[in-house]
């Protein structure tokens, strides 16, 4: 009988890295090693790994840009499966366009701007994929991935394809398809001056380099936004800006970031999150609720 990890590789066509350091792949440069690391080449591939893996019970964990993650230090027991090359096209379908999941999301905004499409320019500098965004309703200034998007297609855990409207998502603020593996997404933009998209497209780049630390490894925003208020300003108010736990620090420039300064480790960043809900649940009786994902770690 088959090993469960070679269950998995059983007619997997793509490449397969044993001990992969996640540090690599995740916008913090932190985190520890996969068991597997692979990357199927198509569609087809992608459904045959889903499928073995539910059968021998293999857990997966699906990667993108690894842009809002947080990967423990010792890393994940299972498989990273990295979706990006499985599909990351755009395609003009009449009135609509489809997009592949692993297409660069500030790709699509600079596509989307240069070809007089609206709906996507306040999206610009996300470093995420499409099909990251999908699953969480990214968004900023205003917009959401969602609010032009007419159907998803996406693979359950173990590997079927389905087609998802739109309402049949039920999404929401930071709420999108999870539990699925999205494929692609159709929208249906409408059209606008270029020169007014690139004008507001080269405005929000200018705000994020302003207000944000871009100059630092991190995951964005580590916390929702509070009903009514926003967590930057709690975490501000809570006397959190500039506090360090080793190389990780929360931002000077924007309170809702927790930078690595270059050394930080998973329990670093994990610790400061930890003082910081302490520091503003204590002080305004807020929960924070996360934003960025946690992998490897218990409770």
């Not at 609010?147 to 999404?171: W, Y």
Request: aromatic letters at 6%; glycine letters at 12%; hydrophobic letters at 40%.
């Amino acid at each position: 009988m088959l090993r469960p990890y070679d269950r998995v590789l059983k007619g997997f066509r793509g490449d397969v890295m044993k001990g992969e350091p996640l540090c690599r792949y995740t916008s913090y440069r932190i985190g520890g090693p996969a068991d597997l690391y692979l990357v199927p080449v198509d569609e087809e591939d992608l459904k045959g790994l889903l499928r073995r893996a539910s059968e021998a019970g293999v857990r997966t964990f699906i990667l993108g840009n690894g842009s809002k993650l947080l990967v423990h230090d010792e890393g994940v027991r299972g498989v990273v499966v990295d979706v990006r090359k499985v599909s990351d096209r755009i395609v003009v379908e009449d009135d609509e366009i489809s997009v592949g999941a692993g297409t660069e999301l500030d790709l699509l905004a600079a596509w989307t701007v240069e070809e007089g499409l609206e709906g996507f320019a306040e999206l610009s500098g996300i470093p995420g994929t499409v099909g990251g965004a999908i699953a969480m309703n990214a968004g900023a200034f205003g917009r959401t991935i969602s609010e032009l998007l007419t159907e998803v297609r996406a693979l359950t855990p173990d590997g079927r394809e389905v087609v998802l409207s739109k309402d049949g998502v039920g999404f929401g603020y930071r709420k999108g398809l999870e539990g699925f593996v999205v494929l692609s997404a159709k929208f249906r933009p409408e059209r606008r001056a270029r020169e007014l998209l690139w004008e507001r497209r080269r405005e929000v780049l200018k705000l994020r380099s302003e207000k944000q630390p871009l100059e630092h490894p991190s995951a964005g925003s580590v916390f929702k936004r509070p009903s009514g208020d926003y967590a930057g300003r709690l975490i501000e108010e809570a006397g959190c800006k500039g506090m360090r736990v080793g190389d990780a620090m929360v931002s000077p420039k924007h309170a809702n970031f927790v930078v690595n300064l270059g050394g930080a480790r998973a329990s670093d960043v994990r610790a400061l999150i930890c003082e910081v809900r302490r520091r503003v649940e204590e002080k305004f009786g807020v929960d924070l609720e996360l934003e960025v994902r946690l992998w490897g770690f218990r409770g």
